[in-house]
DNA sequence: CGTGGTATTGACCACATGGTCAATATGGTG
DNA sequence: CACCATATTGACCATGTGGTCAATACCACG
């Protein structure tokens, strides 16, 4: 409903009215049961978020290994397609520059996506499979790298063909792994469901 | 006028009312002189990246050092009170959603920094300074990179004065560059205008 | 002087937004 | 049945937007 609203037009187009229009009802009706459209916004763009993320974790399910771990995280979220998630996340940082409130959940958002990545690293490093890094500080800078993907999705800057290598490749480096390492060719595994 | 209101109030305040404010003559007048509004927002869009780019290269002005050079760029892209400046580039994707003229410019906008940071790259890699990159694939991860920080610095994630380290230390191990060659402390040199 | 072009205005329009409010259905419970 | 809560409506409001238009003011030039 709301949410694939928001996916496909934008959180700001998400309004009383569009929500309306496409259940069949008066726009008053909405406003009854949502009042303050601004909060209804920020909650679609938290539950967007959240579920993406919730998506990519259950693709992990099970998977220890930290190197497959980490490739598929940078597999999904450089996949053609992902542009409607790109532009929540956007629409997210957008809305946090004049709603506290907003900023507040988007940043809980990066901080667990942060936390996801982290925790990857400190799994490799501790395997001896990565390079001796900062856990927490490497994983900013993975998820700094994905934001920036996630803007450039958005005006079509550069193939997106190679975005999966674009980000693959700074990380194997940072790591200490084989060029190749983490350019996953788009994980079959099952995929999201 | 127009580009310090898109500065400190966002592409989408800037309006003909607002504009006729602050000039203090009626909103006719503004449409009379300007009577696309949308191509307003994207050419003071472009104005003002073009403006940021400028500057930046302005102040590398002579030094062909590509080590300084990047870190250089790395400090000014991370150093505080940019967020206004971060808000433009979050303006300009926002726009390039639906406009896809601004999308163009924007693309341009990335494509002159992608090109500076590649060059600096090649240079590097050429007298053996940094290791064997692809300048161009690796100036577009940089780029990424500054675009990632320019989203966390609008909704405040993260301590401000780590940004700068941790935009140098991945692009340093990319480059097999020592910890810390990156991490200007703020350059001195006399500084932007 | 007057004639013409530019600067500027106020009044207006259509449209969309968030939101309120009183008035109805509608359906279950005593 | 009567009653009450809930669902739902249409009409309305203030505000903001982009934009048009006819009417002035003003100033230079012949």
Redesign the interface.
Known sequence: MAQAQALSS?LQQLTHRSIAAELGVTHALVVHYEPDIESLRARTCEALLMGEFDEVVGTLNGDADPVSNLSRVIGLMSRPGREDFA?V??????L??RDAAA?RA??AM?DRWQGLVANMLSRGTGAGVFADVDPQ??A??I??????????T?????DPQ?YS???A??VE??LGLARGTLNATLAPVHGPH
Chains 1, 2 share one sequence.
Request: hydrophobic fraction near 45%.
């Open positions: 934008g532009g996340w956007l629409d997210g940082w957008s946090g520059r900023a988007v940043r990066m500080e490497c900013w800078e998820i700094a790298l994905l934001d920036g993907l996630s803007a450039h958005l005006v079509g800057y550069g190679h290598a674009r980000v490749a700074p480096a940072r």
